[in-house]
């Protein structure tokens, strides 16, 4: 997928909903009380609520809250993916 069509899915005003999940997530992973697996389902509960409070409670806030949160994600992981796969490629 190109970025520029992500971009065009999520509405601008709601970057700074993004680098907030990719923040909280990170807290969360750093949290040994929150299984890994709950991660996601928190960060996109949060950016949800966000884009609701930003934007006021409609169908398209609720969709813009889930592809917030999972841009977050998704950001993270390809992050992570590549530093692991390129140390793997050292070795």
Known sequence: MDWNVLQGLIDPS????????????????????????????IVTAFAIGAVILTLGLTIES???????G????YGNQIIKQGVKGAN???H
């Not at 970057?15 to 009380?33: D, E, F, N």
């Open 14 to 41: 709601l970057v700074v909903v993004v680098a907030v999940c990719w923040v909280l997530g990170y807290i969360l992973k750093q949290t040994p009380q929150v299984p890994d697996w709950s991660i996601i389902f």
């Open 70 to 73: 999972a841009v977050a994600v």
């Open 62 to 68: 609720v969709l813009q809250g889930i592809l917030c």
């Open 88 to 90: 793997e490629d050292d």
